[in-house]
């Protein structure tokens, strides 16, 4: 270990020969989600929210940071920033208008995962590989009736699907951007 190599065990580390999280990155970002979540400005236009922690992703490195320790973490941090950011919206709409919002989005969600099998979302060539159309229309159909019949589905259940490979299947961006709305709104209700 090079003297000026800072000591940390916020999270345990993969073995020497194998990768994991960038352990600078991650306790850099800790410290600015610290910050954020206290209140203290993290830098102009830089605000952070549960659909960015969700989004943030470090470089890999041997030896770094245990991948599943982090994740695990950062979805308790996605939580307490969503919890955070329902606080604020109600605060500033007030309650009725902030579940209409959710209501809302809800109904566009609703709205595409209903359409017909095979259909729900734009395919890429058949050339290029994408989401297993069954896998990720058999999901969608789950959230529906999440949604229409409070069929028991939990957010890390959305946050966990995978979804075989298929040439010519969904785009993948596509799917995930829904998904990551389907995790929106369940924050948003819980």
């Given at each position: ?19 994991g999280y960038d352990a600078e990155q991650v306790e850099a970002f800790l410290e600015t989600a610290r910050k954020a979540y206290d209140g203290n400005d993290v830098a102009d236009g830089d605000e952070l929210t549960a659909e960015s922690i969700r989004h943030t992703a470090f470089s890999m490195h041997k030896g770094g940071y245990s ?124």
């Amino acid at each position: 270990m090079r003297h000026n190599e800072a000591v940390t065990t916020t999270f345990p580390r993969t073995p020497k020969k194998t990768l994991g999280y960038d352990a600078e990155q991650v306790e850099a970002f800790l410290e600015t989600a610290r910050k954020a979540y206290d209140g203290n400005d993290v830098a102009d236009g830089d605000e952070l929210t549960a659909e960015s922690i969700r989004h943030t992703a470090f470089s890999m490195h041997k030896g770094g940071y245990s991948p599943a320790h982090v994740d695990a973490a950062l979805e308790r941090l996605e939580d307490a920033f969503a919890t955070r950011d329902r606080d604020r919206a109600t605060r500033a709409q007030g309650k009725d208008a902030w579940l209409q919002e959710a209501h809302g989005l809800a109904q566009v969600l609703v709205n595409r995962l209903s359409r017909d099998d095979h259909h729900r979302f734009s395919r890429v060539s058949v050339l290029t590989v994408g989401y297993n159309r069954a896998d990720v229309d058999r999901f969608a159909s789950r959230l529906v009736r999440y949604f229409e019949e409070g069929f028991p589905v939990t957010v890390e259940d959305v946050r966990c699907a995978v979804f075989r490979r298929q040439r010519g299947g969904y785009r993948e961006a596509q799917v995930d951007v829904v998904l990551d709305g389907v995790v929106d709104v369940m924050l948003a209700v819980r």
